[in-house]
């Protein structure tokens, strides 16, 4: 099985820049897809970005697309998500969740971490 941990949330002000890392045991990393999603309050979870096994291939959700940045780290078992021009529409909890193939539906992943908090707000 695989266990992954979010970290990096905080509150920052509309224009901030945050990178969330979520770090992964118990598993063979490299054989997962790393995807983020988020969830805004009183709103569904919805994809955020993926990075293919060996990090070669990313996607992102249009409402993100030159603003953040998925990215991985096999050697150290951990994926990135850089977030910068943040938006008060960015707030949520974000989560990060591996998976066998390249989707963008959250059905498709297996394992979910806790989630972290990322809160744009003046």
């Known amino acids: 099985q695989v266990q992954l941990v979010e970290s990096g949330g905080g509150l920052v002000q509309p224009g901030a820049s945050l990178r969330l890392s979520c770090v992964a045991s118990g598993g063979t990393f490299d054989s997962y897809v790393l995807g983020w999603f988020r969830q805004a309050p009183g709103k569904e979870r919805e994809f955020v970005a993926l990075?293919?096994?060996?990090?070669?291939?990313?996607s992102h959700a249009d409402s993100v697309a030159g603003r953040f940045t998925a990215s991985r780290d096999n050697a150290k078992n951990t994926a990135y998500l850089e977030m910068s021009s943040l938006k008060p529409d960015d707030t949520g909890v974000y989560h990060c969740?591996?998976?066998?193939?390249?989707?963008?539906?959250?059905?498709?992943?297996?394992?979910w971490g806790q989630g972290t908090l990322v809160t744009v707000s003046s």
């Open positions: 990075v293919s096994r060996s990090g070669g291939a990313t």
């Open positions: 969740a591996a998976g066998r193939i390249i989707a963008t539906r959250e059905n498709e992943y297996s394992y």
